[in-house]
């Protein structure tokens, strides 16, 4: 059965890095397009970064203009798993995160990892 199991989170000081890791078995996620989304409370789950697949090893990565600069999504094919480096954390960063794949050689449809908190104190 196919699964995203996540890793890492915690809680940081401001300013300070986290990286969280989503790895996956059964499938290779090599083609499929990645996303990191976040969901603070009392708020709608929302996009973080995002890795898609275009030819190859090659994929176009988008961020949401709040994290742009700081965030960076990274993709280990040989390890079968993506990461979410996070630098120069905020109190607003604060949420649980959640990875994402669809596409490529994945069974239709979306997958979630399991979420992870990811606290930033001020």
């Known amino acids: 059965q196919f699964q995203l199991i996540q890793s890492g989170g915690g809680l940081v000081q401001s300013g300070g890095s986290l990286r969280l890791s989503c790895a996956a078995s059964?499938?290779?996620?090599?083609?499929?397009?990645m996303a990191w989304f976040r969901q603070a409370p009392g708020k709608d789950r929302g996009l973080v970064a995002q890795?898609?697949?275009?030819?190859?090893?090659?994929?176009?990565?988008t961020y949401a203009e709040s994290v742009k600069g700081r965030f960076t999504i990274i993709r280990d094919n040989g390890k079968n798993a993506v990461y979410l480096q996070m630098n120069n954390l905020k109190p607003e960063d604060t949420a649980v995160y959640y990875c994402?794949?669809?596409?490529?050689?994945?069974?239709?449809?979306?997958?979630w990892g399991q979420g992870t908190q990811v606290t930033v104190s001020s």
């Open positions: 059964g499938r290779t996620l090599s083609t499929a397009n």
């Open positions: 890795s898609t697949w275009r030819t190859g090893s090659t994929y176009d990565t």
């Open positions: 994402n794949a669809r596409g490529g050689a994945l069974p239709g449809g979306s997958y």
